[in-house]
């Protein structure tokens, strides 16, 4: 079962116990209906923060053991990438879409027990073939490492893992300045220029 099963599976269940509609668990949630939709639907998969926000909207908490770890392991999150990559989409719509994965893989790693992160990064990911978001993939593990005081995995320092000149997550300019002075350092040594509030969770 993948990660849009997954979520629809969860929201599905959520609404028929608490014998909510569509319309009724968006109002709660503060999102809009066709969200809800396409979540249930399986045409989207939510970042592991969204899909706690809707649960808890209803006095309920995500619980990490329904998410299964392998769907958002490193190796399954640059095979999603990938294949978003294939799908043939391009543009805004497929960096927002491959960054939203990005960020629910770092939501789980973070909400992980040692354990669990050491299964979820221990295997090197196949490379997706866009440097940038190899060296993503990469920093968000390195730095999830850094925050607990515990070694990366040896794949983390893959040559290939690394952007040359740095890539601003930003494509405007005048953001720049402030992207690198917040970026994690993680991400800068990885080449990948993100604020830390764009990486919050979407």
Same mark, same amino acid.
């Given at each position: 079962?993948?990660?849009?099963?997954?979520?629809?599976?969860?929201?599905?269940?959520?609404?028929?116990?608490?014998?909510?509609?569509?319309?009724?668990?968006?109002?709660?949630?503060?999102?809009?209906?066709?969200?809800?939709?396409?979540?249930?639907?399986?045409?989207?998969?939510?970042?592991? &923060? #969204?899909? %706690? /926000?809707?649960?808890?909207?209803? =006095?309920?908490?995500?619980?990490?053991?329904? $998410?299964? !770890?392998?769907?958002?392991?490193?190796?399954?999150?640059?095979?999603?990438?990938?294949?978003?990559?294939?799908?043939?989409?391009?543009?805004?719509?497929?960096?927002?879409?491959?960054?939203?994965?990005?960020?629910?893989?770092?939501?789980?790693?973070?909400?992980?027990?040692?354990?669990?992160?050491? &299964? #979820?990064? %221990? /295997?090197?990911?196949?490379?997706? =073939?866009?440097?940038?978001?190899?060296?993503? $993939?990469? !920093?968000?593990?390195?730095?999830?490492?850094?925050?607990?005081?515990?070694?990366?995995?040896?794949?983390?320092?893959?040559?290939?893992?690394?952007?040359?000149?740095?890539?601003?997550?930003?494509?405007?300019?005048?953001?720049?300045?402030?992207?690198?002075?917040?970026?994690?350092?993680?991400?800068?040594?990885?080449?990948?220029?993100?604020?830390?509030?764009?990486?919050?969770?979407?």
């Amino acid at each position: 079962m993948d990660g849009r099963q997954v979520s629809a599976e969860i929201i599905r269940s959520l609404r028929e116990r608490h014998h909510l509609t569509q319309r009724d668990l968006a109002q709660l949630a503060g999102v809009p209906q066709p969200t809800i939709s396409s979540i249930e639907s399986g045409k989207r998969e939510p970042s592991l &923060s #969204l899909l %706690s /926000s809707i649960v808890e909207s209803v =006095g309920e908490a995500l619980r990490i053991d329904l $998410v299964p !770890a392998t769907p958002f392991s490193g190796v399954a999150t640059s095979d999603a990438i990938r294949h978003l990559i294939r799908r043939g989409e391009t543009g805004d719509a497929l960096e927002d879409s491959i960054l939203r994965r990005v960020l629910s893989f770092r939501d789980v790693i973070r909400r992980a027990s040692p354990q669990e992160l050491i &299964s #979820l990064v %221990s /295997s090197p990911p196949s490379l997706i =073939g866009d440097t940038r978001w190899d060296a993503c $993939v990469a !920093a968000v593990v390195e730095e999830e490492c850094a925050r607990r005081d515990v070694a990366p995995p040896r794949w983390v320092n893959d040559a290939q893992r690394f952007v040359k000149p740095f890539w601003f997550l930003s494509k405007i300019p005048a953001l720049h300045q402030w992207e690198f002075e917040t970026a994690p350092t993680a991400f800068i040594r990885h080449g990948v220029i993100a604020a830390a509030d764009e990486l919050a969770s979407v």
